[in-house]
């Protein structure tokens, strides 16, 4: 799955029914458009690094990578991820429980 012109890229890894599992590389200035997680997801960040979040409220974090260490995001969750600060790829490992 690619994104186009975005700088980022998506690779559908497993898709079994029950989960479905993305590589996710975002390059340096790029960006992950806009987008509604129909299911629940836990992310495992591949490298220590900081990306940027825009929710849909107009509000937005820093959040900060540990390689390895996972964290959770609720079904329903609406954001941009960029890159915009970054000098190397930012590249983690989304599995949704479909």
Known sequence: MSDGNTGST??????????????????????????????????????????HVRNSDGTSIVADLEAGVSYTRAAGSEHEVSNPDGTDDIVFVEVERL
Do not use: K, S
Request: glycine letters at 8%; proline letters at 7%; a negative charge.
């Open 10 to 51: 998506g690779e559908i890894q497993l898709d079994n029914g029950v989960f479905r599992v993305t590589r996710w590389t975002i390059q340096p200035n790029g960006v992950i458009p806009m987008h509604r997680h129909e299911y629940e997801y836990v992310v495992i960040p591949m490298v220590t690094d900081a990306m």
